[in-house]
């Protein structure tokens, strides 16, 4: 018996989105699109982070990044600060226009685990708050 294709990757390439350790990602905001660095705490999150999209079933939309975000607020951030300060202005834009979908996203997030490790994993040049 063979394994089926990883949904993943079924995800990441009907949704066009750049491998995990590109050097940059692609943020879209409707037409807009903007390069963006892609930092390794982004590099060491994104997995977990796309998962938990197949796992919840929120979208790769405006709308689905900032369930995603209230989501993982509840169930438990990515442990890095620069991943809580990339997330809260989706969560304060959800809080705003979308109250009622962020606050059960976040109340779902409260009864579930995320695939986040509980602690940072990796020391890099770019997590150092003294660079020489």
């Not at 089926?4 to 350790?21: A, C, F, K, V």
């Not at 979908?101 to 509980?118: D, K, M, V």
Request: proline content about 8%; some cysteine.
């Amino acid at each position: 018996m063979t394994a089926g294709p990883d949904p993943l990757e079924i995800l990441r390439q009907t949704h066009r989105l750049e491998r995990p350790d590109a050097a940059q990602w692609t943020f879209r905001l409707g037409r807009m699109r903007f390069r963006l660095p892609n930092f390794a705490w982004r590099q060491a999150a994104i997995d977990a982070h796309d998962r938990h999209h197949l796992l919840t079933g929120y979208p790769l939309t405006m709308v689905g990044e900032i369930q995603l975000a209230a989501w993982e607020w509840g169930a438990g951030r990515y442990p890095d600060w620069r991943a809580t300060l990339f997330c809260s202005p989706l969560i304060l834009a959800g809080m705003l226009a979308l109250p009622r979908r962020t606050w059960r996203a976040y109340a779902a997030g409260r009864r579930a685990e995320s695939l986040y490790p509980r602690k940072r994993l990796y020391r890099d040049k770019d997590s150092s708050p003294h660079r020489p």
